[in-house]
């Protein structure tokens, strides 16, 4: 088992849906929690940076940790075009601060 | 304020031929990341930085792949020689670091490497 599963899609959605993006992970140690966004052929862009359980909210992005059942989300309310990337989990924690990733999840938004 | 700075964007060479690439990373960022990434995968760490001390490079294929920090900044990834499986997007990210555990990072654009 690895130690972060994310499904990798691909996710198709309209305009204006409301998308979850999940993993799940296996490490307990884990206590930093990102999410990353990658277009094509450029660098994961960071998104959301929360550390451990709990929500945060900016803008349009919702991120959830729920440590006790190791998973972690990510809401885009009112999705947009622009929006179509691959989506990146990523955590860390313990005395090795390496990040750990997903696969990673293609999401495409159709107007 | 710039981000994490790559060179050079792309680059094919010929396998058995050494390649060099370049990271500059955000500035005050005490933690330094190479990673590698393969085509529908998540980047993986080939080694980490804490100044100029590899900390963990544990994934770092030490019989072709090398890396230095020189003066905890600038940062130089090399392959000698290269073998047509190296072909991959490499990867540098900068994070606070300094042993807080902080590891909000921050990615450049990459490096693609192609390798005939």
């Known amino acids: 088992q690895k130690e972060v599963e994310q499904d990798p899609g691909p996710l198709s959605v309209p305009e204006g849906a409301i998308v979850s993006l999940n993993c799940t992970y296996s490490?307990?140690?884990?206590?930093?929690f990102m999410w990353y966004r990658q277009y094509s052929r450029k660098g994961p862009e960071l998104l959301m940076y929360?550390?451990?359980?709990g929500n945060k909210e900016d803008g349009r992005f919702t991120a959830q940790v729920d440590k006790s059942s190791k998973y972690i989300s990510l809401f885009i309310r009112d999705s947009q075009p622009s929006d179509s990337a691959t989506y990146l989990c990523a955590m860390s924690g313990g005395s090795n601060y390496k990040l750990t990733f997903g696969k990673g999840t293609l999401l495409t938004v159709n107007p | 304020e710039a981000g994490v700075v790559q060179s050079p964007r792309y680059k094919i060479i010929e396998k058995k031929q050494p390649v060099a690439f370049w990271c500059n990373p955000i500035?005050?960022?005490?933690?330094l990341y190479w990673y590698l990434q393969n085509l529908g995968q998540g980047p993986e760490l080939l080694i980490r930085?804490?100044?100029?001390?590899?900390?963990?490079d544990s994934q770092l294929p030490k019989d072709r792949f090398s890396a230095e920090r020189l003066k905890g900044v600038d940062s130089t990834l090399k392959i000698q020689p290269a073998e047509l499986g190296d072909s991959a997007v490499y990867l540098c990210a900068s994070s606070p670091g300094g042993g807080r555990g902080n590891t909000e990072a921050f990615f450049g654009q990459g490096t693609r490497l192609t390798v005939v």
């Open positions: 500035s005050g960022h005490n933690t």
């Open positions: 929360t550390y451990s359980s």
């Open positions: 930085y804490e100044n100029e001390e590899a900390v963990d």
């Open positions: 490490n307990s140690a884990f206590q930093y």
